[in-house]
């Protein structure tokens, strides 16, 4: 026991230190620096010219749209633009870059110096704000894909084949600063990134399609204190769930290897799902084996005032403050104001309906269970549905002032969800309005009570629970029309006498 405890100890001196270079394809209908598609899944190599392959001659030109929605990003992560930035070329040779180089941003990216706002939480462990700062964000081209054949994977495999669609997308890459402690940490970091840039409507975020990719360097060090330790990266992380996983895996391989006695090199490793666990790949490089310079087929970036300023007042109001005037002005718990603002047309959703009338708790079970669940079996988009949110809004006023019970509600939703509609159409269509008269229930009770008469003098002989066999006898007698508190209330006061 106390080897044990030494070594509980031991463990909870060491620190991780992490950071994240989050990798946002920005969604434009043409690359970065041609008019090249960037459409998903056409057929290899489909979506190539001249500039994309740098032949001789031609001249890269930068997409307006993707300097606006660059920007657009970086004010959202609360980052400072620059009125002055530029291209660089990044060498490196790799089949899926066909020009040898890379076009990115190296000392003067367009934006700098930010932060965002995550929420952590975990099951068992109790909910948290934790502020992570933003290095910077700057604009940069896509590379190719390889596909490796005869194998799963590079090692194995026979030949490789490339294709360069995906060559010259435009992406945004944002560097995190080194302020994550936890693998949980570091997916709800990556997570609000995504989150974020949905709201923008500047990328879609679809991580299965390449959209948004990780790469997460991790250190760990003998308390807060103590200097960096030897930094490894893992490459192009796709899944939020893989991201902790693989941060969690190798903080504890790190930790091992220095109470091993053994080196911890920089490198660069990837995640392997199947097994659960990280993989060298190759060893890390650095700034100078890139060999940067500025491009010269690309003129400096200026965004005037004037400009940042239009495309500052075109920002929606973002999750983190959704969140907060969630639970602060509707009362919402932070669980319930999470889930709503994941995604933005959830949200707008939800506030149409309380617009409407509807009350804000209310409608929230309503959007983020029953109709949540329809539209996930569904695969549709919540602004897709027929039902929309003032008719949900009706629903919830009717519910509340006793003209249909909960119940009721929920017999008429799917097809509500189906077709559309009003509720209070089909409730009076249907003659299904809650049964509220306290004499007609008042007559029902005497006539259920008169037809058990055992279960009367069981109930008050101290059988309490019978209470429930004569509600469900009522609910029954009415087609679960009569209005539950009113009719608990007269039950009671008959079976007692």
């Avoid at 030494?6 to 946002?24: M, N, R, Y």
């Amino acid at each position: 026991m106390a080897g044990a405890a030494a070594k509980a100890t031991a463990e909870a001196a060491w620190e991780a230190v992490i950071g994240l270079e989050t990798h946002v394809q920005l969604g434009t209908d043409s690359k970065i620096f041609t008019c090249a598609s960037t459409a998903f899944g056409d057929d290899p190599n489909t979506h190539i010219d001249p500039v994309v392959c740098g032949l001789p001659g031609t001249l890269p030109v930068l997409n307006q749209r993707v300097l606006e929605y660059a920007v657009k990003a970086a004010m959202a992560l609360n980052l400072r633009i620059a009125e002055h930035s530029k291209f660089d070329r990044k060498q490196y040779f790799y089949p899926d870059l066909p020009k040898n180089y890379q076009i990115s941003q190296y000392d003067e990216p367009i934006a700098e110096e930010g932060w965002i706002e995550v929420e952590v939480a975990e099951k068992g462990k109790e909910t948290y704000l934790k502020t992570i700062g933003i290095e910077r964000l700057h604009m940069e081209e896509d590379a190719g894909k390889l596909v490796h054949a005869g194998s799963d994977r590079l090692a194995g495999s026979t030949h490789s084949l490339v294709d360069y669609n995906r060559a010259g997308v435009a992406l945004a890459e944002i560097v995190s600063k080194p302020d994550l402690r936890t693998g949980r940490e570091a997916a709800e970091y990556a997570s609000e990134i995504r989150r974020i840039m949905r709201y923008l409507g500047v990328s879609d975020g679809n991580m299965q399609e390449g959209s948004l990719r990780c790469d997460v360097n991790i250190s760990v060090r003998r308390g807060p204190d103590a200097p960096f330790g030897t930094k490894v990266e893992i490459k192009n992380m796709n899944s939020f769930s893989a991201i902790q996983k693989a941060v969690e895996y190798e903080i504890q391989r790190q930790i091992k290897a220095y109470e091993a006695g053994e080196p911890v090199v920089q490198e660069t490793r990837l995640w392997d799902e199947a097994k659960q666990l990280t993989k060298s790949m190759r060893s890390k490089e650095g700034a100078s084996d890139y060999r940067y310079f500025p491009d010269p087929d690309l003129g400096p970036i200026e965004v005037s005032t004037e400009q940042r300023e239009s495309w500052r007042a075109e920002l929606p109001e973002l999750p983190a403050a959704k969140r907060h005037r969630y639970a602060d002005q509707l009362g919402l718990s932070i669980y319930d104001a999470r889930v709503l603002t994941d995604e933005r047309a959830m949200a707008e959703y939800f506030e149409a309906a309380v617009a409407a009338g509807g009350d804000p708790k209310a409608v929230t079970n309503w959007v983020t269970g029953d109709i949540a669940a329809y539209v996930n079996a569904n695969r549709l988009l919540i602004t897709e549905l027929p039902f929309q949110a003032v008719q949900l809004a009706e629903m919830v006023q009717m519910i509340e002032s006793g003209v249909i019970s909960g119940k009721i509600a929920k017999e008429i939703l799917p097809e509500l969800l189906e077709k559309g509609g009003s509720p209070k159409a089909i409730v009076a269509e249907r003659g299904l309005g809650m049964l509220s008269d306290p004499v007609a229930i008042t007559a029902i009770v005497e006539e259920l009570l008169a037809a058990h008469p055992d279960e009367v003098e069981a109930f008050r002989g101290g059988k309490n629970k019978l209470q429930g066999f004569f509600v469900g006898q009522l609910m029954k007698k009415t087609g679960g029309k009569a209005d539950p508190k009113l009719a608990n209330q007269i039950l009671l006061e008959k079976l007692k006498g």
